[in-house]
């Protein structure tokens, strides 16, 4: 094999504005990589995988700096190189694929523009030779209309349509080294499949390199041929992936490699007066057309202190129902009933009490939290917004939520999202949700962008709260292991339809629904020859999951 990147004795450092002073960060890690490798790094939230994986083409967010090393990149020392010869490098033989596509599209360009402006810049192709290659590309990563998707905004395409088509940016200029920042996490499974697939297929045809970074284990082992384990900026494990998978040395990957444990089914019995939420016979169109109904004839209940997980592809309608709920999407058809009253079907229009008993927490911290305002802002507002606190009391209760997301108060308080990891953010958001003391809470993908250990945290953590206040969870995931974790009751959903719900024993137990077997079955394994044998069954049966796709 050809050595193509050797990053020796790095160390990486944050400056802390509440000490004013640089912290370490990375502390002395090396990293080798040849060509055509794929290196897995995996650790929790804060590990430094990120901030590691960027540093491979000498880059360090805003605050952070590259103290000492070394990183040869095909012979090349790019630590110390000139501005101007790094930026002949990023993007054309190093590229990088980000956690949030949302956060890092421009929202004033089409996506194919943007696919073609790292090749026409660098002067390796025109924008017709960069347009042809792009539908080639989004055709392998089965996208939805390949032809024509690239001439849509990023607000025009799912959450999962947009992470594909960052990979497929990602991919313009056939770089020799790939980044993969959490490529995958706001994709379905079954989704998540063909994507996996699509990265292992190209980068073993062009040979290309890759760090893949991420905290699920059972995701890499399909893709890494080794693993580095993470925690604190210090390595705690590497070995081969096969390896590491069979006999982890290490007390912190075998934790990792633990998977979360089914909820105990509970007795659901209720009567009418238990329903706090009922959604009757819902339809929706963003466009305000019968006929271009993105929701049809939807129907589902929420008891009080109960768990409904919304399950489906990206694009099926499980964030356009929530945005219906909120009222942020008034329906074309039907009625939203909270405690037994129709709720107005505009936000506007509903009274502060009605906002308050009835939180939502968004899919993507990066755009969900301003990022001018410092975690003490954002946590605050709900507390004086709804119950009028200031001063002591209001400091004492933001003290007080922040260590039930299990963040240091002294530690976090005063940071700005900027300062945060991706699953730092998104306690962040929980914690502002429950500020407001909801008695219902839509809980959309809040575990998308933490690491397995952290989530099952925030699971606990939410079952706790359930528990202890009575709150009630509509809990939208495509997280199959989340599901079985929390739910008591289970709504599958295709296509803006509902095509199964019931008790969650009732769901998960065969025969299923198609879809709901399609669902089942694309749950990762730890097992480094998983996606392969799922791959070759589906082929065997006809079967992929780009049959039941939203376009």
Not at 316 to 337: M, Q
């Amino acid at each position: 094999m050809t050595r193509l990147l050797e990053m020796r004795k790095i160390e990486i450092e944050g400056f802390s504005s509440e000490e004013e002073k640089w912290m370490p960060i990375i502390k002395g890690l090396d990293l080798t990589l040849d060509k055509g490798e794929v290196l897995g790094l995996i650790g929790e939230s804060g590990a430094g995988k990120s901030t590691f994986g960027l540093a491979s083409m000498c880059y360090t967010r805003g605050g952070c700096r590259i103290s000492s090393g070394s990183i040869l990149f095909d012979g090349m020392e790019l630590f110390g190189a000139p501005e101007e010869e790094l930026r002949k490098i990023r993007g054309v033989r190093i590229s990088y694929v980000a956690q949030s596509a949302a956060a890092s599209f421009n929202p004033a360009h089409k996506l194919i523009k943007q696919y073609a402006e790292a090749p026409i810049r660098h002067g390796l192709m025109n924008f017709q030779k960069a347009e042809e290659k792009a539908v080639d590309i989004y055709r392998r990563l089965l996208l939805p209309d390949p032809e024509g998707i690239g001439y849509r905004y990023p607000h025009q395409v799912s959450g999962g349509q947009l992470q594909r088509a960052m990979v497929a940016m990602a991919m313009a200029c056939t770089p020799d080294l790939i980044i993969f920042d959490e490529p995958t996490t706001a994709l379905d499974v079954t989704t998540q499949i063909e994507v996996l697939a699509a990265i292992k297929k190209i980068t073993r045809e062009f040979n290309t390199a890759a760090i893949y970074i991420t905290h699920d284990l059972a995701v890499v082992a399909q893709l890494a041929d080794r693993i580095m384990v993470l925690r604190y900026g210090d390595l705690i494990e590497e070995n081969d992936a096969r390896e590491l998978m069979a006999n982890p040395k290490e007390e912190y990957t075998r934790a990792l490699l633990s998977v979360r444990t089914l909820r105990e089914d509970r007795d659901l019995s209720a009567t009418e007066h238990d329903i706090v939420l009922e959604v009757q016979n819902v339809s929706a169109s963003y466009t305000g057309k019968v006929s271009e109904k993105v929701l049809e004839d939807i129907d589902l209940k929420v008891r009080r202190a109960r768990t409904v997980a919304l399950v489906g592809e990206s694009g099926s309608g499980k964030s356009t129902l929530a945005r219906v709920i909120t009222g942020l999407l008034p329906p074309l058809e039907g009625k939203v009933l909270y405690g037994g009253q129709e709720l107005p079907p505009a936000l506007k229009s509903r009274k502060p009490e009605t906002l308050r008993i009835m939180q939502m927490i968004y899919q993507m911290p990066d755009t969900a939290l301003n990022p001018r305002q410092r975690v003490r802002d954002v946590i605050g507002r709900p507390l004086t917004f709804y119950f009028g606190m200031k001063g002591r009391e209001k400091e004492d209760r933001i003290k007080e939520l922040l260590e039930m997301i299990e963040l240091k108060p002294m530690k976090y308080r005063d940071r700005y999202p900027g300062e945060l990891s991706g699953g730092e953010k998104q306690r962040v958001c929980i914690a502002r949700a429950l500020a407001a003391k909801p008695e219902m809470i839509i809980c959309d993908e809040v575990t998308s962008a933490l690491d397995q250990l952290v989530a099952e945290g925030i699971l606990k953590l939410l079952q706790d709260l359930q528990n202890e206040l009575r709150v009630s969870y509509l809990f939208i995931t495509h997280d199959l292991a989340t599901v079985k974790a929390i739910s008591d009751e289970i709504v599958v959903m295709l296509k803006g339809r509902i095509v199964e719900q019931g008790v969650k024993k009732d769901i998960l137990t065969p025969p299923h629904h198609d879809y709901t077997d399609l669902l089942l079955s694309s749950v990762p394994e730890m097992d480094p020859d998983w996606l392969d044998g799922v791959l070759a069954e589906r082929k065997r049966k006809g079967l992929k999951s780009a049959d039941f796709v939203q376009s």
